[in-house]
């Protein structure tokens, strides 16, 4: 009797409902690579990732960086007649930024790789201020859209461009593009996706009565702590995620900085299936639980109850027989991502986890205190890695220690969050 009024309960409650709908595209997403991969691990080799990896490291960092993180306030704005000024900062906060990345991009091309296993892909960095545009554009749309209350449409078309991605990756493979095949199949991808965000974005009204005066700068500046603490968390954050990256370019490890990234890929199913699933959601129902009960603790709990769920035994199968899974589905040239894979199956666990409760630093003006453990983070990440490097320890070690420097991280993360971050602030 008691499991199903928790089950009547949870089948009419709208904040489970966005999560299974959010979920359940989120897995139909997932499961389009994961089916395509015995093709495409026969199609390209672990080296042939290496470039893309990178690319989307950089692109992930400007990505980051691209609002300055002001992006987030369209949701913690408690008065919705802001809204317009507030997307008006944000979306020249964005297009400033994607105009400097092409500054990067030229140095990446001309100076950092220039001579290196990925000289030959350097024009390839030039479309990195399209990305950080389209990343603009695609966070304003994306956080109004969750303000509303709408996530069928966003939940589809994700969907459409995970399948979008896979068949170009297959029908490029086949041809024999090789690195080149998986960038067209990415970018092509990126133009559908800022183009639809762009249409979908006008028509919810996200762009409309958009105002560039001083109210919109008075309003802007009353969220600056997503610029000064957030954003600095989250460049940090995406930036210590690739570190393992920078690491194996340096050492010129390229098979295992290929393999790394579809090894990152398939360990963090859960995260991409449930937990990018739950962060909006979960986001919107702490914002409106504190504002009516001063606490989000009973929301926080069962969230993390629901995530362990899932995070917790797929991790462990990852770990116990990721080699062999590897082997088995994507080739035996991938075996190395399945080794990978289960070094940093604990940390993909807990990513899993701190991912979506981190909200709850953001929503309840915890950014200073999220702030700091990830800036902890990076410095033990960045100095153990930079002594493995300069020691000349193997990759399995290099990853390994870094592994363990996150999966602790975020555990603490989710402690913190429950003892200090789930009830109201006050002023």
Known sequence: MVVFDLVNKLRHSKYWKNIGLLSGTQGLSMAVPIAAAPILGRLYSPSEYAFLALYMSFSGLLGASTTLQMHQSIIAEKRHENIPALISMVLITGLGVSALSFLLAIVLWKQVFAGTDFAEFGPWFLLLAFSTAGT?????????????????????????????????????????????????????????????????????GAFAGLSFGAQSFNVYKRHKDFAFFTFPSEFINTFAGNVPLYALSYIGAITPLGAFNRAAFFSSVPLKLVGLAVAPVFRRRVRDDLAREGSCRRIYIQTLIFLAAIALPFSAIVYVFGPAIFAFILGEDWRIAGEIASIIAPMACAQTLAAPLSAVYQINEGQRSYFKFIAIGLCVSLSTTFFNVTSGFSYEVIILVYSACYTILHALVVIDGYRNQTIEKTP
Request: no cysteine; glycine share 6%.
């Open 136 to 204: 603009t554009i695609s966070s304003i749309t994306i956080n109004f859209a969750h303000r509303l209350d709408k996530y069928s449409f966003l939940a589809v078309f994700q969907f459409v461009t995970v399948l979008l991605t896979t068949l170009l990756s297959i029908v490029f493979g086949l041809l024999g593009f090789s690195t080149h095949g998986l960038m067209l199949s990415y970018m092509i991808t990126q133009v559908v996706l800022v183009a639809t965000m762009m249409v979908y974005g006008f028509k919810i």
